[in-house]
């Protein structure tokens, strides 16, 4: 499967089977899209078939010299002999095995606070609530959260747990506890916590930070970039905004992270699509690491981005991407988490098909200790899964996530960014389709997007 698009002056063709990637001169890029239309899926590498070579020849004489396609031709033979150009998907058979594993834990998502300090307009989580009460994570809740992701790791050594909320520092004392708690065990089972936390930074201080620094292995910073925007947004309850609060605390704490292992991390709405205006404040305002995401919401709400909104949310990936890659070749560069590609490792088969892991290797651990798939399914009773004192009792729902994966999935099977998005959000696929097994069609043309901008970066920043 062949993928071909134009982008701040560079013509790219990307091999979506095999992850090569090309940046082609004109006739190249011509002549592969001649071949797309024609030639027949290759369960080997073989010679370009005659009628694909002339149907290139044809296409394409009077705007290129004959010996220039002709050379070009030879070319793109070389690349499908090198398993380069129009690969084999060897997928669509590993994933049959790959339904049949046996999965393990190895990520939680604790809830330790279903309460909120900030009145976030376009918060899944209710202010904290999650669809039921706000409620704290007691310690016992969370040992007991932790010993069922010991249990139940297999072999695997390294785990993550991420404090989320609500707003986690509401419930500071008992991260720490449970941080020494998860120290304690490391030693005992022969495994090892990456601790993570999200906060909005209102409690944030130097004894905050400075137990992050020694223990957490990252953390997002929630900020949603320019202080109107922010502040239209992410208000207290009493209407203030949180930006003049919140952020000399986090410019000191990436500081004292010395720019590393944590995130800025904004939401933009259709009441700001010019987010990437936001971007570049983040990094005007220092921070080296930034994500912006697009706010997933009912279409009713005033704030929810629609299809309309696409062309320009489109431009202004491009525009991102232009600045990212000025700023990099300038010394002053930052990172954006959507441009962040590895095109030489990746992660792993597995992770490409299936995303996340979510239902699988990664759940969400309420205050009260219920389990669900991730945050974006608490509150949801069809998705409980069971809790910490029993176990995964609801083996259905979680074996449906199981199979869940980018050839389940009828828009994912042939599109060119599955191996990239691993297939997308259950969530979002759940919230506006009633299955995990569908995608959120806005969702996917933004990742479309940030991948043929993530690629065309690497190719710019190639060149010095």
Not at 322 to 350: Q, T
Not at 430 to 444: E, P, Q, R, S
Request: aromatic share 10%; hydrophobic share 35%; glycine share 6%.
């Amino acid at each position: 499967m062949i993928h071909q698009y134009k982008n701040n002056g560079y013509n790219i063709v990307l091999d979506v089977n095999s992850g090569s990637v090309h940046v082609a001169d004109p006739v190249m890029y011509d002549a592969v899209a001649v071949l797309a239309e024609r030639m027949p899926d290759l369960e080997k590498p073989e010679p370009i078939p005659a009628d694909c070579r002339q149907a290139v020849l044809d296409r394409l004489d009077g705007t290129y010299e004959r010996q220039e396609i002709e050379e070009t031709l030879e070319d793109i033979q070389e690349l499908i002999d090198r398993e380069q150009l129009f690969a084999k998907d060897i997928y669509k058979d590993f994933v049959i095995d790959f339904k049949e594993r046996k999965t393990v834990v190895k990520a939680l998502c604790l809830h330790i606070a279903h309460d909120c300090n900030l009145a976030c307009r376009y918060c899944f989580a209710e202010e904290g609530e999650y669809h039921g009460r706000r409620a704290l994570m007691s310690f016992e809740v969370g040992k007991k959260a932790l010993d069922f992701l010991i249990a139940n790791s297999g072999k695997r050594r390294n785990l993550e747990v991420d404090f989320f909320g609500g707003e986690p520092l509401m419930n500071w004392q008992v991260v720490k506890d449970l941080v020494a708690y998860g120290r304690e065990q490391e030693k005992l089972h022969d495994k090892h916590f990456r601790f993570t936390l999200t906060t909005n930074g209102v409690l944030l201080n130097d004894e905050i930070m400075e137990f992050c620094n020694q223990e957490m292995g990252n953390v997002v910073l929630s900020l949603d970039g320019r202080k109107e925007v922010n502040d239209k947004m992410r208000p207290f309850r009493n209407g203030k905004g949180s930006y003049d609060l919140i952020v000399p605390k986090f410019q000191k704490f990436a500081e004292s992270r010395n720019q590393m292992n944590y995130y800025v991390r904004g939401t933009f709405t259709h009441e700001n699509l010019d987010f990437a205006d936001d971007a570049i404040h983040f990094a005007d305002l220092g921070f080296k690491q930034m994500s912006i995401e697009p706010v997933v919401a009912p279409p009713e709400e005033a704030y929810a981005i629609r299809e309309e909104d696409l062309p320009q949310i489109l431009e202004q990936y491009d525009k991102l991407a232009v600045e990212y890659i000025k700023r990099k070749k300038e010394g002053r560069g930052f990172n954006f988490f959507h441009f962040m590609i590895d095109l030489n490792a990746g992660p792993c088969v597995a992770k490409r098909l299936s995303g996340c892991g979510s239902g699988t290797e990664y759940l969400a651990v309420t205050p009260w200790g219920d389990l669900y798939p991730c945050h974006q399914f608490v509150g949801q009773e069809d998705f409980l899964l069971g809790n910490v004192d029993t176990g995964i009792t609801n083996t259905a729902v979680r074996d449906e996530f199981k199979l869940c994966n980018v050839y389940a999935k009828d828009k994912c099977r042939d599109c060119f960014a599955r191996f990239y998005c691993s297939g997308g959000c259950a969530a979002n696929s759940y919230n506006f389709h009633g299955t995990i097994t569908d995608a959120y069609d806005i969702g996917c043309a933004m990742q479309k997007k940030r991948i043929e901008c993530a690629i065309m970066i690497k190719a710019a920043l190639a060149e010095e």
